[in-house]
Structure formats: C-alpha cells, structure tokens
C-alpha cells in the first residue's frame, strides 16, 4: 500500500509562478510599453467617439465644421454603423490591454492569461467583419489559434510535471 504524498499546502493559488528566465525581462518592459500605447489609443478612440457625436447632434457644430473644411463628413447613418464597429475594436483593445498587464506581470501560462488571449482574440476578429477587413479578420483567428496552442503547451507541460 502506497501512502498518499504529503500535502505542502499550496492550492493552485497560492503556488508561486514558475521563474521566468533573464531574457523574459525585455518582453516585460515591451508589454509594459504596449499597455500604456493601448491606454493611449483606447483614451483617443472614446475622445473621437465623444467628438463625433457632439458633431452630429449638434447642427451649430455641423456648421462649424461645413465653414473649415472641404470635407464631407459622413450622415446618420454612417454614424450608428461607426458606433457599432466602435464596440467590438475596443473590446478588442481592452482585452488586449489586460493581456499585455498580465505578462507585464510575469503571468504567461496561466488559464487567466490564455482566457483573456481567446477574448481579444474573438473581438479582433468580429472586428474584422465591421467593415470587412481581411487582414484583421485574419490577425484574430491566428490569435485564437494561437490561444489554442498554449493551452495545448500547458496541458503537455502539467503532463510532463505529474511524470516527474
């Protein structure tokens, strides 16, 4: 009869994270980089979303706008299809943005990190649909593959560990 290992009193939260190595360092400072470009380009979205709707609820601003430029600045319903695409390319954002903090973190391998990868990368490619753009469509479903493929490397890495 064999005895039960004994317990060491880690739960799967309380285990530490296995130590990156030396080199993971520049891949953190770079996903901190990212986080702040992401912060930065989900601030200048929500403001040109808060711009464009005062452009077209407020005729005053239309004139404004008619009087300084040669463009033509698309109608109503352009507008609600604009703020529909909106949602899904800041979802992707977001998602994105919580990823890079996580490996920022020193998180890679985690279920936590593999789900938010799989989230972004749905978003990005919905993102792709509205309007069809190939090169997102494409860059989303590779994301999601790839999401697929680390929790292939997980699984074969816990395998790996329960032999040893």
Partial sequence: MTEAPESTGQTPET???????PGFDRAR?????????????????????????????SPD??????????????????????LIAAIPYGLALIYARKLFARFAA???????????????????TISGFLPFQPLTLIAGVAT????????EACRLADDSASIV
Wanted: glycine share 8%; aromatic share 10%.
């Fill in 106 to 124: 020193g998180e890679v391998f985690t279920a936590e990190t593999i789900g938010i990868l799989r989230t972004a990368a749905m978003w990005l």
């Fill in 29 to 57: 400072r770079l996903s901190r980089a990212l986080v702040v470009a992401l912060t930065v380009c989900l601030v200048l979205g929500v403001i040109g979303l808060i711009a464009f709707t005062i452009y077209m609820l």
């Fill in 61 to 82: 601003f239309q004139e404004l706008v008619a009087r300084h430029t040669t463009h033509h600045l698309p109608g109503k319903g352009k507008y609600a299809f604009a």
């Fill in 144 to 151: 999601y593959v790839a999401a697929y493929v680390m929790v």
């Fill in 15 to 21: 285990t530490p994270a296995p130590s990156l190595s």
